[in-house]
């Protein structure tokens, strides 16, 4: 029997569509969907590898309990069970806030997950909640936040239609973008360049991204805030007015010069390591562009001044005009967001942590903090952790302390498909379908596309297995107190039903007023996720708002259109965005403005001129759990340290014998591989990498193991938004 199946790719932030071939239920090959209305067929190594994810003997099939320091196979009643009975007593004797919980970058790319999640979280009642955001792009959300009034209204680059792009910190050929998503991201940066346009790279490395760039600017890590405030410096000499169609949606333009003047091309240059000649020729290009569009990704959130820089971005974008139009940066309209965004502004701290007292921001507090909650005795210690589709212990700061802290916890629960360097830890290991398993909506990166698109696949595989909204739901009903053995079915429709409830209350809703019962019933007999999905769908923008709009979206009509449907290019929409009190941009937000100093401080004291570390992303790794897929890992060795020829020298190095590098938090032994492409003064090692750990069961990634870059990582923060610094940490190195 033959069937051919077409689903998206879970593994990045591109959502390519796949086609996949199948003959007598197994998957012969996987390439690109040609017809699949964003990808058109580009497919990455790593899209085709999700038959190896799903056969591989070494992924978890059923729970397994922790006994004697083994993992051994479990019943889920056992697992289930198991976990309620130590739920109950770690918060019937500690209080809620003992138990943590770590979300993980999956999530966000499974539909099922994200709508499972909120009950969830809202079930466990701890502050301690945690995510991989604190590692990644929290910066974003917080300046996004402060100047637009949701923290989820960030700009994308309007890739296809631009004429200049000032790309900083990302490296797309081989991330495939992020907060971006734009499958075969280096082709549409091929066809900018083919229509006359240019793009700019700013990147201590010279990235295969930078090398096909029209200019690479080779920053010091950590600058980009003072770097990006230089070109708003030159660009604001010049003295422009604000554009017609920002000039009544702004305030804080007056007050701009004055608080970038420090930061002159020339004042920054020492810090940056830019010269100000090539800043100002920068700063020319992109006022004079017809459509430029700044981005900035990893390399500038990952670091001091994260949140600072991720401002500075979007104020490039808003003086040159060039926010919320074609070509520039614009706020995508996901097909399930509804016409009417809450309009409450954003707000930071409404709990803070325990410890040392970091404010909440999007409902979580800093995972470089779970370490001190974790150790630190006292009324509210974390005792207990779930960790959710992640891996802290290779993904989150200070590695070393953080698995020292999981082993003292008193309990610990991993929903995950592996048993990797955090599972375990865990005491109980939950293990959810493989991705052909399951369906897919992109509830997340739909809302950073370059185009407007939907496109939902269903399973290719059937399983008896639970589905990981099952799970989840059941891990809320145990922590809601309803117990082991509550039924899935009645809690997800009782939280179908509240929802549905809530909207026709709401007198803005399309289904303001109508009977919620006709509503459910409309939504008929499909699984949970699914007939949630098709709820948000038909409230959404583009619905049929049951039965309202006749042509309208429904999740029925994305079922008839396996390629995806395109609603075309980015539109403006900058008045339905905006929900700052004020009801206008606020470029200069009180929270950023006054961390200002710090960042003057930095540049006026200069670089020491010791080695930096910076990270490095690659094509071949997704962050730290494809690695047990030997076809994406065999040929040359990839966890390296990256360094300068005249590094080298100076510190004693030998291509391919290791190297020490030490930092405040700790040291790797890592071999070398020298390269003119990269700073000198800066050195790099790939994230993800540190496998083969005692108790893991991963046999491909033990035999690759490489090391842990961020046993380096010391847990320091950017202080506005308690991001980690990953990226520009001190470092010592020299011959192993
Ligand atoms: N030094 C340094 N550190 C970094 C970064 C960096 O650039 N440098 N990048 C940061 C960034 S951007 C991110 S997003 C984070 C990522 O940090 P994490 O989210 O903690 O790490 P991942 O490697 O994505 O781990 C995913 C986990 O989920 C499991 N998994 C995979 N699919 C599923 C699924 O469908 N369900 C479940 N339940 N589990 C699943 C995998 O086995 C793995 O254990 O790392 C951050 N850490
Ligand atoms: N193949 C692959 N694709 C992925 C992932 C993966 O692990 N592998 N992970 C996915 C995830 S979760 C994310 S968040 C995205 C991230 O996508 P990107 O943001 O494109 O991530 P990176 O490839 O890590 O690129 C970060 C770049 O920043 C540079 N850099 C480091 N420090 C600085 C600095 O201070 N200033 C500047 N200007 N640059 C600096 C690094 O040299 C590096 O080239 O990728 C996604 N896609
Ligand atoms: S680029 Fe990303 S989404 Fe596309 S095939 Fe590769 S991993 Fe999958
Ligand atoms: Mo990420």
């Not at 596309?449 to 589905?467: C, G, L, M, Q």
């Amino acid at each position: 029997m033959e069937r051919t199946a077409f689903r998206t790719c879970p593994l990045c932030e591109a959502s390519c569509g796949l086609e996949i071939e199948i003959v007598d239920q197994r998957v012969k090959r996987i390439r690109g969907d040609r017809s699949h209305v964003m990808s058109a067929g580009f497919i990455c190594p790593k899209g085709s590898t999700l038959k190896q994810l799903y056969e591989d003997p070494d992924r978890l099939r059923t729970p397994v309990i922790k006994e004697d320091g083994h993992h051994r196979p479990a019943s889920w009643e056992e697992a289930y069970a198991l976990i309620a009975d130590r739920w109950g007593q770690i918060t019937d004797q500690y209080g809620r806030d003992a138990a943590a919980v770590y979300l993980g970058n999956p999530n966000a790319h499974q539909f099922e997950n994200s709508l499972a999640l909120r009950p969830l979280i809202k079930a466990m009642a701890t502050k301690n909640v945690f995510s991989a955001s604190s590692v990644d792009q929290l910066p974003k959300h917080v300046s996004a936040g402060l100047m637009f009034g949701h923290p989820l209204s960030i700009p994308v680059p309007d890739l296809d239609r631009t004429d200049y792009l000032l790309m900083l910190g990302a490296n797309p050929y081989e991330s495939n973008g992020s907060l971006c998503t734009a499958p075969d991201f280096p082709g549409r940066l091929e066809r900018l360049q083919e229509r006359g346009g240019k793009f700019v790279v700013v990147d201590p490395r010279r990235t295969k991204t930078a090398a096909k760039a029209d200019r690479w600017i080779a920053i010091n890590p950590g600058a980009d805030a003072a770097f990006l405030l230089a070109i708003a410096n030159a660009i604001l000499e010049e003295r422009p007015a604000l554009a017609d169609h920002l000039r009544h949606r702004v305030d804080g333009f007056d007050a701009l010069p004055d608080l970038v003047a420090p930061f002159t091309p020339e004042a920054t240059a020492a810090f940056t390591g830019v010269d100000a000649a090539v800043t100002r020729a920068v700063a020319k290009e992109l006022a004079k562009a017809e459509r430029a569009a700044v981005y900035g990704r990893i390399g500038t959130h990952t670091v001091a001044f994260g949140t600072t820089a991720s401002w500075a971005v979007d104020v490039l974008n808003v003086i040159t005009g060039n926010l919320d139009r074609a070509g520039g940066a614009m706020f995508p309209y996901p097909s399930h967001i509804g016409s009417q965004r809450a309009r409450r502004p954003f707000v930071m701290g409404r709990w803070h942590g325990r410890v040392s007292g970091r404010p909440e921001i999007i409902g979580e507090l800093p995972v470089a903090s779970l370490i001190e909650e974790m150790v630190t005795p006292g009324e509210g210690q974390v005792r207990m952790l779930l960790t959710l589709a992640g891996n802290p212990a290779l993904t989150t700061p200070n590695s070393a302390a953080f698995e020292e802290a999981l082993e003292g916890l008193d309990f610990m629960v991993s929903v995950d498909v592996y048993l990797n360097e955090t599972s375990r830890h865990a005491d109980v290991v939950l293990p959810p379908p493989s991705a052909l398993e399951r369906s897919h909506y992109d509830l997340a990166f739909t809302g950073f596309s370059v185009r407007d698109y939907a496109d939902y696949s269903p399973p290719v595989f059937e399983t008896e297995a639970a589905s990981e909204f099952e799970i989840l739901v059941r891990l809320a009903a145990i922590f809601s107190g309803f117990g082991p053995e509550a039924d899935p079915d009645l809690l997800a429709a009782g939280a179908l039903t509240s929802a549905i409830q809530a909207e026709v209350q709401r007198g803005d809703s399309p289904i303001s007023g109508r009977d919620p019962t006709e509503i459910l019933e409309a939504l008929g007999d499909r699984p949970w996720p699914e007939r949630n999905l098709d709820f948000l769908l038909r409230i959404g923008n583009r619905g049929d708002h049951f039965g309202a709009v006749p042509d309208g979206l429904t999740l029925q009509k994305l079922e008839g259109n396996p390629h995806g449907i395109d609603f075309g290019p980015l539109l403006p929409r900058l008045d339905q965005v905006l929900a700052t009190a004020s009801g206008r941009i606020e470029l200069t937000p009180e929270a950023i403005i006054s961390d200002l100093p710090r960042l003057a401080q930095a540049v006026a004291q200069g670089r020491n001129g010791g080695a930096m570390l910076v990270g490095r992303r690659q094509l071949r790794s997704a962050n730290s759990w494809t690695h047990n897929v030997e076809v994406l890992m065999k040929g040359r060795e990839r966890c390296t340290l990256e360094v300068h020829p005249d590094d080298a020298e100076r510190w004693g190095l030998v291509h391919g014998e290791k190297a020490l590098v030490a930092s405040a938090a700790g040291k790797v032994e890592v071999p070398v591989e020298i390269t003119a492409d990269i700073r000198p003064g800066v050195v790099s090692i790939p994230y993800g990498w540190g496998h083969g750990r005692l108790g893991s069961a991963m046999k491909v990634a033990a035999a690759y193991a490489g090391v842990n870059v961020n046993f380096l990582s010391d847990g320091s923060i950017d202080p506005i938004s308690g991001n980690a610094v990953l990226n520009g940490i001190p470092v010592t190195v020299g011959p192993a």
